[in-house]
């Protein structure tokens, strides 16, 4: 009976595989259709977010321009993390890098923003049950704790100078001893800012390496340049930090 039923199933399996393959395909259209919308309306229309809803890039910017930085920065940041530690994520926005790239290797991550439309945001799309989206302003009312790993991605820029020395140095006291900072920005344009809502952009490695190098004996910057972008990383530690000497993962 079930090699009869096995025979069937491969008779049949070619036509299961093009009604499926093709209910996929309008999937696909739909979904990226309606990000397309959804995308319009909340750069389109007065006033611009402060944080990016990254389901956007998944279903249709990535399609539109198989370019790839905005999938770095979870790259990058989970790279460091340790396994079965604990996370202390500033500004955020959508909490998309922490569902999808730190929740699966961490126990437990604190994910924070001070705007309450991307918190909510982030409960309803990207929540996983180690997760705790929680509303600070990290200038003023950082998350207590110690932290084996603290990400700051794509926030470092919206500071002034003087507030991001500030922030690093509670981010120094939230590490534990062999504790990672990570975290991404941007280069500024030869024709200025990027956005408007940026309080400062770097215009080198070297211009963001200088924030951290007083605080963290080892500090590595580096940079993937695109048509469309310029990205720096950052990792900094006073222990080992992925791909220097000391790190376990590499020969």
Partial sequence: ?????????????????????REAALAKKWAAA?????????????PNPEFFDHQIDLFYQWQKTRVPFWLE????????????????????GDGFNACNFYSGLAD?????????????????????????????DIRTNMPEGKYDN????????HFTPEEISNIIIKIKDRLKPE?????????????????EQHEYEFKSM?????????LF??????????PQRHNLYFWASDSATPFSSGWTHSL
């Avoid at 009976?1 to 393959?21: D, G, H, Q, T």
């Avoid at 070297?206 to 007083?214: C, Y």
Wanted: proline share 4%; with cysteine; hydrophobic share 50%.
């Fill in 108 to 136: 437990s991550i604190v994910a924070c923003d001070f705007d309450k439309s991307a918190i909510s945001l982030a409960k309803r799309k990207n929540q996983a049950p180690n997760i705790n989206f929680v509303l600070a």
């Fill in 179 to 195: 504790g990672v900072l990570s975290g991404y920005t941007i280069v500024e344009r030869a024709d200025g800012k990027s956005l």
């Fill in 217 to 226: 004996k080892n500090v590595l910057v580096f940079e993937t340049v695109y």
């Fill in 34 to 46: 309606a990000h397309k919308r959804l995308f319009y309306a909340s750069w389109g229309l007065p």
């Fill in 206 to 214: 070297a211009d963001l390496k200088r924030f951290f190098t007083p």
């Fill in 1 to 21: 009976m079930k090699k009869n039923i096995l025979k069937v199933f491969k008779i049949f399996k070619p036509f299961i595989l093009f009604i499926f393959e």
């Fill in 73 to 92: 920065r979870g790259v990058f940041s989970a790279l460091a993390l340790k396994p079965g530690g604990a996370v202390l994520e500033l500004a955020c």
């Fill in 150 to 157: 603290v990400i700051w991605d794509a926030a470092i820029e």
